[in-house]
């Protein structure tokens, strides 16, 4: 026993140094649980970032295309503005001919309605003097004739001498009756 409890003890520093190593093991034993834990964490974290940053530039992509067409879509509206803008102002200086051209079409309406009343009030004229010169050439004539019922604009019905009816046409002034 003697002999055994010489060998426990020197063994036992030994043993004590295996106990440590037995606990060092255990304890790297759950380092390396806790560190394959960690490394299984690392690894999921990194493929959502992979994940992410995939989408990442795949919505980058889309809104550079999108961005893209919305430039060229931007561009045509653009360009359908220019065209716009050159035909308004093209559809402006057509509008102001026409405005000068209907000046010049009014002046000239106001010009012949001018020389229209003027010829109307030319031919009234010489309707009356015909009427006063026969009338006179009927009384040289006829000095007892009664010339009241004569007129240029009078007319033979059934007859009688009646005044004409109103005329269809407003705008042709009719000289008063004696």
């Keep these: 026993m003697l002999r055994a409890a010489t060998i426990m003890k020197a ?4 043993l004590t140094l295996a106990d440590q190593w037995e606990h060092r093991c255990v304890k ?6 806790l560190l394959n834990q960690q490394k299984t964490e ?8 992979v994940t992410a940053k995939s989408k990442a530039e795949k919505d980058l992509e889309d809104a550079l295309a999108d961005a893209r067409g919305k430039g ?9 503005e220019a065209g716009l803008s050159a035909d308004v ?3 402006k ?10 000046n010049q079409a009014e002046a000239l309406l106001a010009s012949a309605e001018k020389a229209r009343q003027e010829l109307v009030k030319l031919a009234e004229d010489s309707v009356k003097a015909t009427e006063d010169n ?9 000095p007892d004739f009664d010339v009241s019922k004569i007129g240029a604009w009078k007319e033979v019905v059934d007859g009688v001498i009646v005044d004409p009816p109103p005329p269809e046409d407003q705008n042709v002034d009719l000289p008063p009756q004696d």
């Design 93 to 102: 200086k057509g509008l102001l001919a026409e405005k000068s051209r209907a």
């Design 72 to 80: 060229i879509e931007l561009q045509c509206l653009r360009d359908r």
């Design 28 to 33: 790297l034993t759950g380092d390396m649980k």
């Design 89 to 91: 102002e093209a559809a």
């Design 134 to 142: 026969l009338k006179e050439q009927i009384l040289l004539l006829a």
């Design 42 to 49: 690392v690894e999921k974290e990194k493929e959502e970032v």
């Design 11 to 14: 063994i036992e520093p030994r």
